[in-house]
């Protein structure tokens, strides 16, 4: 059953603490994403990665860091500098850039949420 | 980088109508403009999407325009049903996966 799963659903954090989201596709996809959405403005980009042992910043990526170690998995921690880190946070992979065979699809996860207290 | 608006932020209509949802974008380049549906609760989905080289395109009830010249793309949905309700968002690509998101539109179908 291909897809792409992110861990946990929902998540509480006290003020301080850094929290890792998980994120794990097996579509064999090179490129993989971190989406940020908050009610009224759609869905803002943290992170992104081309390929492993690679990752760029997206336009909201203080506050936040990542790791590409492996192809399958791109978590994303939310550190105590993330000013207002309470927010539904999605993962996404496609293909990658192949030419011809990249369309462009992104495929997400389910999403979690973060709240912290 | 790319600025995509998308208006109107929320839309109703009674089921059985028309429903348009229009997007612009800024930077030329882009060429591939997808359509995102997203259930409430659940992930956003691909259900259709233009590359620049095509005015054009039909998926059953689901329709979406490029005007190129005027960096604007719209979503076209006719004969609307319940099930359509959902939060709709369009996006612009450039070059590799740089795929930029509009704010979004809340669609409401009332039966």
């Known amino acids: 059953d291909g897809g792409i799963t992110q861990s946990p659903k929902y998540l509480f954090r006290k003020e301080g603490q850094n929290v890792t989201l998980s994120c794990e596709q097996n579509l064999n996809h090179d490129a993989m994403y971190w989406y940020r959405q908050d009610p009224g403005q759609g869905l803002r980009l943290i992170y992104y990665?081309?390929?492993?042992?690679?990752?760029q910043k997206g336009d909201i990526a203080e506050g936040y860091s990542v790791s590409r170690e492996k192809k399958e998995s791109f978590p994303l921690t939310v550190t105590s500098a993330q000013k207002n880190p309470t927010a539904f946070y999605l993962c996404?992979?496609?293909?990658?850039?192949?030419?011809?065979?990249?369309?462009?699809?992104?495929?997400f996860g389910e999403g979690s949420r973060l709240t912290v207290l | 980088g790319e600025n995509v608006e998308q208006h109107p932020s929320t839309l109703s209509v009674q089921e059985g109508d028309s429903a348009v949802i229009k997007c612009t974008y800024s930077d030329s380049a882009s060429n591939y403009f997808p359509w995102y549906k997203q259930e409430l609760g659940k992930r956003p989905q691909l259900i259709i999407d233009i590359r620049s080289n095509v005015g054009e395109k039909k998926d059953q009830r689901i329709a979406v325009t490029l005007n190129k010249t005027a960096k604007h793309f719209s979503l076209h949905i006719t004969e609307t049903q319940p099930e359509d309700s959902a939060v709709y968002f369009c996006a612009a690509v450039r070059g590799a996966n740089n795929l930029f998101f509009g704010t979004g539109t809340r669609l409401t179908v009332i039966p």
């Open positions: 990665s081309q390929i492993v042992n690679d990752f």
């Open positions: 996404a992979s496609s293909i990658g850039a192949r030419g011809a065979a990249n369309t462009g699809e992104l495929f």
